[in-house]
């Protein structure tokens, strides 16, 4: 049933596992510091939030989002950036300078924004321009539940562990050119994060592990896989599940701390799909791991 806050947003919860569409606010306009902190905690609740009905400029999404924390310049996918706004990802499959667009198969497994990083993602912000006529649409889920629900020795077990994300374990490479994925490769060596964290505003301990995770530091892939593949299967059980049917100006943000998403290929690849993605910076976090490069 949605509800409405003591800041005047109307909340209304997308499924039992995650997510909250929020209306009763223009998010174009000015909004108040009172509103941001309101936003702030409902997006701290349900990890995913979603306004529909925007029509903004670039400038204006950029405002928006800088509002909850600085943005990332896109220093590490630099292909897919926006020509005039670095803090503008171009999430597309049309065309880009006549070439067949980078990003046009973005996010094909299971994932947490830069995870592949020294800087993981705080959060996204997903702007919906153009949408297949049917499908498109995007999964998430809640990696605090999925935590939440392991058992205490699991919960020990992963705690002691540090995942090693690797950039060739991105879907979807195949279908790009080898300069980009050669330079993906070059910007991002292999780099290890704690498999849990601590969400520094709710204190919320979450999973953070993913199908870009080659293997556990310190363990053999051999042995860190069937781990990695329980993990994911256990995250992304449906019932933990929230599958977004985007509409041309939905506006999605979504805690990287707290969820994994993936992007389906669940459309006919002639029609356009085009979205606008701002990124908030998170904490700077892992080591790198010399050494380890495409695994297999
Ligand atoms: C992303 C991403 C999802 C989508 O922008 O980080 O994974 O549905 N996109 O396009
Ligand atoms: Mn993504």
Redesign the pocket.
């Known amino acids: 049933m949605p509800y409405v806050t003591n800041s005047g947003l109307t909340v209304r919860p997308l499924s039992n596992a995650l997510g909250a569409e929020i209306s009763g606010i223009d998010i174009t306009g000015d909004i108040s510091q009172e509103q941001v902190d309101a936003i702030r905690s409902i997006w701290n609740q349900y990890h995913i939030i979603l306004f529909r009905g925007v029509k903004w400029t670039p400038e204006e999404q950029i405002a928006f989002s800088r509002r909850f924390g600085p943005l990332d310049p896109h220093d590490a996918t630099p292909f897919s950036r926006d020509e005039k706004h670095k803090e503008l990802?171009v999430?597309t499959n049309r065309e880009r300078n006549g070439k067949p667009s980078e990003s046009r198969n973005?996010?094909r497994n299971w994932?947490s924004?830069y995870a592949y990083t020294g800087q993981p993602s705080a959060a996204?912000m997903?702007y919906s321009v153009e949408m297949p006529e049917a499908g498109?649409d995007?999964m998430f889920c809640n990696m605090a539940a999925a935590y939440d629900d392991l058992s205490d020795k699991m919960k020990d077990i992963v705690g002691d562990l540090h995942s090693v994300y690797d950039f060739s374990l991105v879907a979807g490479l195949a279908q790009r050119t080898p300069e980009y994925v050669q330079e993906q490769l070059r910007l991002n060596p292999p780099v290890a994060h704690p498999t849990v964290r601590v969400h520094p505003d709710s204190g919320t301990k979450a999973l953070y592990v993913s199908e870009r995770a080659s293997h556990f530091d310190g363990m053999t892939r051999a042995e860190s896989l069937p781990l990695i593949e329980y993990l994911c299967a256990h995250a992304t059980r449906p019932e933990n599940v929230y599958r977004h049917s985007w509409l041309p100006g939905d506006m999605v943000c979504w805690d990287n701390r707290t969820t994994m998403?993936v992007?389906l290929a669940d459309f006919d690849p002639k029609e356009p799909r085009h979205?606008l993605?701002t990124t908030l910076q998170g904490e700077k976090s892992g080591y790198l791991v010399p050494g380890v490069l495409g695994a297999a």
Do not use: E, I, K, Y
Request: charged share 15%; net charge neutral.
């Open positions: 990802l999430v973005t996010g994932h924004d996204s997903l498109g995007t998403h992007a979205m993605r």
